[in-house]
């Protein structure tokens, strides 16, 4: 089991920058896929963008050419970074893994993240 926390969420003006990182309490090189989600007021949560063990990324149609997704894997740390935010951005940003082996699911606790003028 994995424990996630995120940080770097906050209040940002449209087209402004932001970075999320999410700290994973054991080793994520091996046995996880990373992934951001975010869940807007009334809205499902959706997938932002995902890194495979491998390194190959995927993206959320809305934040391609946007955000990038990263990870350190020698410090168990993955990396959101928005770019060219818009108040459509605005939502809590959760931090997800999932295990290769059978597709479990861990989340953190979220961070939000607004985006207003």
């Known amino acids: 089991q994995v424990q996630l926390v995120e940080s770097g969420g906050g209040l940002v003006r449209p087209g402004g920058s932001l970075r999320l990182s999410c700290a994973a309490s054991?080793?994520?090189?091996?046995?996880?896929?990373m992934a951001w989600y975010r869940q807007a007021p009334g809205k499902e949560r959706e997938l932002v963008a995902r890194?495979?063990?491998?390194?190959?990324?995927t993206y959320g149609d809305p934040v391609k050419g946007r955000f990038t997704i990263s990870r350190d894997v020698s410090k168990n740390m993955v990396f959101l970074q928005m770019n060219s935010l818009k108040p459509e951005d605005a939502a809590v940003y959760y931090c997800?893994?999932?295990?290769?082996?059978?597709?479990?699911?861990?989340w953190g606790q979220g961070t939000q993240v607004t985006v207003s003028s």
């Open positions: 054991r080793s994520i090189s091996s046995t996880y896929h």
């Open positions: 890194i495979f063990r491998s390194g190959i990324t």
């Open positions: 997800n893994a999932r295990t290769i082996a059978d597709s479990v699911d861990y």
